[in-house]
């Protein structure tokens, strides 16, 4: 059973940077492609991009692809995504998900930037 | 970018009655080639990740009871609850991964009337 372990919420200033990770288990780490989307209060969910952790090849969103970066640790399991100079607009839950259709989800992230 | 919209915004269902939620794409997404739709329909109950229920418009994941269906083609797909239980009041999401990005619908809340 694939499942997906991301790390904690965050509180974060304006023009910081945010790290989120996200450890897979129950399946092979290389089978899946792995996104990350993020659902803001009251907003539809965005897809900020995916990470192919056979190649480390990502495929980010035109919205997010000058300040977004999805990398691939094979050895760990994991996927990570740094999003670069934060805005009180980026408070959402973040999720990473598995799968060319989301197969299985992490349990999110809630990112609160605020000053 | 595809724009997903669904309708209703919300719906009120009888418990053991059937509920049909409707999503749009923008353009199609039924890919000619292998005559596939991409399109995902998952749930979201408060306070959890989303599960998928369908993926390729109608194939359903295991596990998933067979009361929901998908159905539709091209741009206009249709997830269909029957004999509606109590443990389904949620947010129903449609999503495309016909093009990057991928899109979403703005969901359909079900509750119990």
């Known amino acids: 059973q694939a499942h997906l372990v991301q790390s904690g919420s965050e509180v974060k200033k304006p023009g910081a940077s945010l790290n989120v990770s996200c450890e897979a288990s129950?399946?092979?780490?290389?089978?899946?492609?792995l996104h990350w989307l993020r659902q803001a209060p009251g907003q539809k969910f965005e897809w900020m991009g995916w990470?192919?952790?056979?190649?480390?090849?990502?495929d980010y969103s035109h919205k997010f692809q000058d300040r977004v970066t999805m990398t691939s640790d094979a050895s760990a399991n994991t996927v990570h995504m740094e999003l670069r100079n934060l805005r009180p607009e980026d408070t959402a839950v973040y999720y990473c998900?598995?799968?060319?259709?989301?197969?299985?989800w992490g349990q999110g992230t809630l990112v609160t930037v605020s000053s | 970018d595809i724009v997903m919209t669904q309708s209703p915004d919300s719906l009120a269902v009888s418990l053991g009655e059937r509920a049909t939620l409707n999503c749009k794409s923008s353009?199609?997404?039924?890919?000619?080639?292998?005559?596939?739709?991409?399109l995902a329909w998952y749930q979201q109950k408060p306070r959890q990740s989303p599960k998928l229920l369908i993926h390729?418009?109608?194939t359903r994941e295991s596990g998933v009871p067979d009361r929901f269906s998908g159905s539709g083609s091209g741009t206009d797909f249709t997830l269909t609850i029957s004999n509606l239980q109590a443990e389904d009041v949620a947010v129903y999401f449609c999503?495309?991964?016909?093009?990057?990005?991928?899109?979403f619908g703005q969901g359909t809340k079900l509750e119990i009337k």
């Open positions: 129950g399946y092979t780490f290389t089978d899946y492609v």
């Open positions: 998900a598995a799968g060319h259709w989301l197969i299985t």
């Open positions: 999503q495309q991964y016909y093009l990057t990005p991928y899109t």
């Open positions: 990470v192919n952790p056979l190649n480390g090849n990502p």
């Open positions: 390729w418009a109608s």
């Open positions: 353009q199609t997404v039924l890919y000619s080639s292998n005559n596939k739709n991409y």
